[in-house]
């Protein structure tokens, strides 16, 4: 007799369709308990159900074709195209839970560690046009390490690829969770109440100005993901290809003191994120285990040991 074939759809899925759906789930949960009017929640909820049916899609397309190679792309990296919108509306998901911001508690605590506010001390101790222009390049490098590692490691054949993306990815995800929860805005919108005072005299200064000022929105400080992320795209970087991670080490170490300079951050908060980061990656290189043994995903090498 012959045998059926597995239609079982999870099976169709890869972990990063798992993460991006128990993200979706979770976030839209959470955002039934927001006191906001049902026309303001409802982009969330369509968003997610694009995403939802975009994944679906991505699925049935990877099993009609056998795991075509442009497919593959895909579907290992359509998460980053949805990482802006799921940062921005933390924004609106931050009190939920907690009315107002805390923080007045990180300002105390930076004020009781150190005995003065790093975010303002930094930027007068350090006033010069060509520093200013360093600390922006290397807070935009940012948003170019984390599509161009991602990137990099799937089309260079890294033999861990996907399971690098993927805590990469999650990582995200539950930095983004925190955010919701703890509402923390940040020194440039809590002591200054305004975007970065740094002078914007050359490209990177301006372009920064111009991000902070039309497209970041008050959310999203403790702990810093900006440092987070990048020690983990280092970590990443450094398992995979030592090429990249010494390319990418500058750039990552430079993020650590922008973030504080250009007052997006508190210093605690750099802190917060380069402790959260290892955390994350072990947390996040189980998970990839767990959801790697509910699929069939081809294309993945067995899980290096960590």
């Not at 949805?82 to 509306?89: N, P, V």
């Not at 911001?101 to 605590?109: C, M």
């Not at 372009?207 to 810093?224: K, R």
């Amino acid at each position: 007799m012959k045998k059926k074939p597995d239609y079982n759809f999870i099976k169709l899925l890869s972990p990063i369709d798992l993460a991006t759906i128990l993200y979706v789930l979770i976030s839209a949960g959470y955002i039934c308990f927001s006191n906001a009017a049902f026309m303001v929640l409802l982009p969330h909820f369509a968003v997610r159900l694009f995403i939802l049916m975009f994944i679906v899609c991505l699925a049935l397309l990877n099993r009609k074709f056998s795991n075509n190679t442009a497919v593959l792309l895909i579907k290992n990296l359509y998460p980053l195209l949805f990482l802006g919108f799921f940062y921005t509306e933390t924004s609106c998901m931050k009190n939920i839970i907690f009315n107002d911001n805390l923080d007045k508690y990180f300002f105390n605590a930076e004020q009781n560690l150190w005995n003065c506010q790093p975010s303002l001390q930094f930027s007068k101790f350090i006033n010069s046009g060509w520093f200013n222009e360093l600390m922006n390049m290397c807070y935009f490098s940012y948003y170019a390490l984390i599509g161009s590692v991602c990137v990099i490691l799937y089309l260079k054949g890294i033999q861990h690829a996907q399971r690098g993306i993927f805590i990469i990815i999650f990582s995200f995800y539950l930095y983004y969770i925190i955010f919701s929860v703890l509402p923390v805005v940040g020194p440039q919108y809590y002591i200054i109440n305004s975007t970065p005072d740094v002078t914007s005299l050359y490209f990177f200064g301006k372009l920064m100005h111009t991000i902070i000022t039309d497209f970041e929105q008050p959310t999203g400080a403790f702990p810093s993901s900006h440092v987070g992320v990048a020690v983990i795209i280092s970590y990443i970087s450094y398992v995979n290809l030592k090429k990249l991670f010494y390319i990418t080490l500058p750039f990552v170490i430079g993020i650590c003191f922008a973030t504080v300079y250009i007052k997006a951050h508190y210093l605690v908060d750099v802190i917060a994120g380069i402790i959260s980061a290892p955390v994350f990656i072990i947390f996040s290189g189980k998970v990839y285990d767990k959801f790697l043994t509910l699929t069939l995903f081809k294309n993945e090498q067995k899980p290096a040991p960590h």
